[in-house]
């Protein structure tokens, strides 16, 4: 079965088009929010609304797994990992979450419990991050015990805060030799599913300590602080990296700017235990789940300022390459042992 965003070709074909396209609202591959309008007044200023969603399920829920093999982490509920990954999409635009929607669809036999656990768990989080509930839709739908969340958040961004260029105009015109950063690696959200999901099967090539040390903790999921980082520091453009992997991202990358991508494969930060679980369970590193990860694009002569930032707050990142005039989509290897084109990739 086929899980996580539809794939590039579809969603460009059969949804984005038939999508009407107005003034500042556009909507696009490689966007990961989308602006409303100008908000009514707020704190004596008027800001720009944006809305963005997240999407979890119980397929991709951090399982009982990671919690008995690493106690540093705890178990991160499936509408707690739709929360997250809607407050990193509006992270890469710099806006501040205040309201959210929770709609759960859930199986015929999805138990009241379950339902009210989940609830707890939101609203709990919703306190602490300062955001108010404002309504939702729950409905059961298909069959089984489980149930999905998506959660819609709306948010502000002030348009005369440097770090709003990603929303407020194309003043940052993508240009050849603009720099790709990447922070994260690549599939450790991913790895780590997969290694709850498959344990008896990786217990028989790696040890219960080494397994523990490639899990991927809840801190690790958000992105808020490099994004921040990144648009402080000049980058015009992020896109936080989930389903389809560091491969998709970089295709939708491509597709937002207009503009070809060349990337260096060595220069991708991945992890060797997560290639290690990759190998033994026959998956792509590059492609799976990337949740914590986010991708940044700035001009060349923004790049310094942008590692200062990166580099004063400890943030570990890597310019990966760059983007060319040259409509090609590529991931090469500087030692020319693989050349990988991304045009055609379907996550």
């Given at each position: 079965?086929?899980?996580?965003?539809?794939?590039?070709?579809?969603?460009?074909?059969?949804?984005?088009?038939?999508?009407?396209?107005?003034?500042?609202?556009?909507?696009?591959?490689?966007s990961d929010y989308s602006i409303v309008d100008k908000c009514p007044q707020r704190e004596g200023e008027n800001h720009?609304?944006?809305?963005?969603?997240?999407?979890?399920?119980?397929?991709?829920?951090?399982?009982?797994?990671?919690?008995?093999?690493?106690?540093?982490?705890?178990?991160?509920?499936?509408?707690?990992?739709?929360?997250?990954?809607?407050?990193?999409?509006?992270?890469?635009?710099?806006?501040?979450?205040?309201?959210?929607?929770?709609?759960?669809?859930?199986?015929?036999?999805?138990?009241?419990?379950?339902?009210?656990?989940?609830?707890?768990?939101?609203?709990?989080?919703?306190?602490?991050?300062?955001?108010?509930?404002?309504?939702?839709?729950t409905v059961y739908s298909g069959e089984g015990e489980g149930y999905s969340v998506t959660v819609t958040l709306f948010?502000?961004?002030?348009?005369?805060?440097?770090?709003?260029?990603?929303?407020?105009?194309?003043?940052?015109?993508?240009?050849?030799?603009?720099?790709?950063?990447?922070?994260?690696?690549?599939?450790?959200?991913?790895?780590?599913?997969?290694?709850?999901?498959?344990?008896?099967?990786?217990?028989?090539?790696?040890?219960?300590?080494?397994?523990?040390?490639?899990?991927?903790?809840?801190?690790?999921?958000?992105?808020?602080?490099?994004?921040?980082?990144?648009?402080?520091?000049?980058?015009?453009?992020?896109?936080?990296?989930?389903?389809?992997?560091?491969?998709?991202?970089?295709?939708?990358?491509?597709?937002?700017?207009?503009?070809?991508?060349?990337?260096?494969?060595?220069?991708?930060?991945?992890?060797?235990?997560?290639?290690?679980?990759?190998?033994?369970?026959?998956?792509?590193?590059?492609?799976?789940?990337?949740?914590?990860?986010?991708?940044?694009?700035?001009?060349?002569?923004?790049?310094?300022?942008?590692?200062?930032?990166?580099?004063?707050?400890?943030?570990?990142?890597?310019?990966?390459?760059?983007?060319?005039?040259e409509k090609k989509r590529e991931v090469r290897s500087l030692k020319g042992k693989m050349s990988r084109s991304l045009?055609?990739?379907?996550?």
């Amino acid at each position: 079965m086929k899980r996580g965003t539809v794939g590039t070709r579809v969603l460009e074909r059969s949804i984005i088009k038939h999508v009407k396209k107005e003034g500042t609202t556009g909507v696009s591959i490689g966007s990961d929010y989308s602006i409303v309008d100008k908000c009514p007044q707020r704190e004596g200023e008027n800001h720009i609304q944006v809305v963005s969603q997240g999407f979890s399920d119980e397929n991709y829920k951090i399982s009982d797994g990671i919690i008995i093999l690493n106690n540093s982490c705890s178990e991160v509920n499936v509408g707690e990992l739709a929360l997250i990954r809607a407050l990193n999409n509006l992270s890469t635009c710099g806006a501040v979450p205040s309201e959210m929607l929770i709609n759960i669809q859930a199986g015929g036999d999805c138990s009241e419990q379950s339902l009210r656990d989940e609830m707890n768990r939101l609203s709990q989080q919703a306190k602490e991050r300062n955001l108010r509930i404002i309504g939702g839709n729950t409905v059961y739908s298909g069959e089984g015990e489980g149930y999905s969340v998506t959660v819609t958040l709306f948010g502000y961004a002030d348009p005369t805060d440097p770090k709003s260029v990603s929303i407020v105009g194309k003043e940052s015109k993508p240009q050849a030799g603009d720099k790709v950063i990447i922070i994260g690696e690549a599939g450790h959200f991913g790895a780590s599913l997969l290694a709850a999901e498959n344990m008896e099967k990786i217990r028989e090539r790696l040890s219960d300590s080494y397994i523990s040390g490639a899990m991927i903790s809840p801190q690790q999921l958000e992105i808020k602080d490099s994004a921040d980082a990144l648009l402080k520091g000049g980058a015009y453009y992020l896109h936080d990296v989930t389903f389809g992997g560091i491969y998709r991202t970089l295709l939708e990358i491509s597709e937002y700017t207009g503009m070809g991508i060349d990337i260096i494969h060595e220069m991708i930060p991945i992890r060797q235990d997560t290639i290690e679980i990759c190998e033994l369970l026959g998956k792509n590193p590059y492609e799976i789940s990337g949740t914590g990860s986010v991708v940044g694009v700035c001009h060349a002569a923004d790049e310094e300022t942008v590692r200062s930032e990166l580099e004063r707050r400890g943030i570990r990142y890597s310019v990966a390459g760059e983007l060319t005039l040259e409509k090609k989509r590529e991931v090469r290897s500087l030692k020319g042992k693989m050349s990988r084109s991304l045009t055609y990739y379907e996550a």
